[in-house]
């Protein structure tokens, strides 16, 4: 085999990484922004849930890919498990923003009556 040959460039997969993290650290940089929230909004493959993070416990979603469960303990939220290929949610640890792509589970502290939107 060629030298050349074996230095192909990006694939597709390491594409869909590239995007998967980057997305990860735009959610996280938007999070930080207004973060120490006291309630987790979770969005778990088009629905909608609320939990206070003064509640310490375990939390189970459905998503395309099987159960992703997020752990609120100490009013701070991580992902315990989940069926993704790389659990890239699971190795992020304790955050204000969780998300698990590709079983559809995002989750974002928020403090309450915090708008979610303006329109106007």
């Not at 778990?44 to 609320?50: L, P, Q, S």
């Amino acid at each position: 085999m060629d030298y050349h040959q074996s230095m192909a460039g990006p694939k597709l997969p390491d594409f869909i990484i590239f995007l998967i993290y980057g997305g990860a650290i735009a959610l996280s940089a938007i999070a930080a922004a207004g973060s120490g929230g006291d309630i987790l909004e979770v969005s778990a493959d088009g629905h909608e849930y609320a939990f206070s993070l003064s509640e310490d416990g375990f939390h189970s979603f459905d998503g395309p890919l099987g159960e992703t469960v997020i752990e609120i303990r100490d009013g701070k939220a991580r992902v315990v498990s989940s069926p993704c290929p790389n659990g890239i949610c699971i190795k992020a640890g304790w955050s204000d923003t969780l998300c698990c792509l590709p079983n559809r589970v995002i989750a974002i502290s928020s403090s309450e009556g915090e708008a979610d939107a303006i329109s106007g």
